[in-house]
């Protein structure tokens, strides 16, 4: 038969098909509830940085939302015209740049604090199931972090 040897391009014997559609439909959920916000899904994630944080500088931003600086420049330069965060030179080090939220960006927090419980609510998924999908995927986080460091 033809397709003898190519059972590794089947699409149901991927994982990173059911990552792929499932990541996009969560972000899908997320739309409407950001759109109220002003908001897309990477600023959000950008939010939630700034939001635990207060202050971080664009690399250590770009480490923990897994973002390059090519992605994250014009991303926090719209965030800054929105006036959500200020971006401004380390005094200490004026190579680095550190991005800082403004009034208003911590004002939207109260505003975003029902988002998680919205979007948790349109997705079919026990508890039990959530916790071990997160501990997985974490996990897996961490091992292309660290591939990262190695090359």
């Known amino acids: 038969?033809?397709?003898?040897?190519?059972?590794?391009?089947?699409?149901e014997n991927q994982l990173c098909f059911p990552l792929y559609v499932c990541a996009k439909?969560?972000?899908r959920r997320?739309?409407?509830?950001?759109?109220?916000?002003?908001l897309t899904y990477t600023q959000y994630i950008a939010m939630m940085a700034l939001w635990e944080h207060r202050t971080l500088s664009v690399k250590?931003?770009?480490?923990?939302?897994?973002?390059?600086?090519g992605t994250l420049t014009p991303l926090l330069?719209?965030?800054?015209?929105?006036?959500?965060v200020t971006r401004?030179?380390?005094?200490?080090?004026?190579r680095v740049l550190m991005v800082s939220l403004t009034d208003k960006g911590e004002a939207m927090r109260d505003r975003a604090a029902d988002v998680p419980a919205s979007v948790a609510s349109c997705v079919s998924i026990?508890?039990?199931?959530?916790?071990a999908l997160k501990r997985i995927l974490d996990g897996l986080m961490a091992t292309f972090r660290e591939n990262e460091r190695l090359l």
């Open 60 to 69: 250590e931003m770009g480490r923990l939302l897994y973002l390059d600086s």
């Open 30 to 38: 997320y739309r409407p509830l950001l759109d109220d916000l002003g």
């Open 88 to 94: 401004s030179r380390d005094p200490s080090d004026e």
């Open 77 to 84: 330069k719209k965030m800054e015209e929105m006036g959500l």
């Open 1 to 11: 038969m033809a397709d003898e040897g190519y059972e590794c391009l089947k699409l």
């Open 25 to 27: 439909e969560v972000v």
């Open 126 to 131: 026990s508890s039990e199931d959530a916790l």
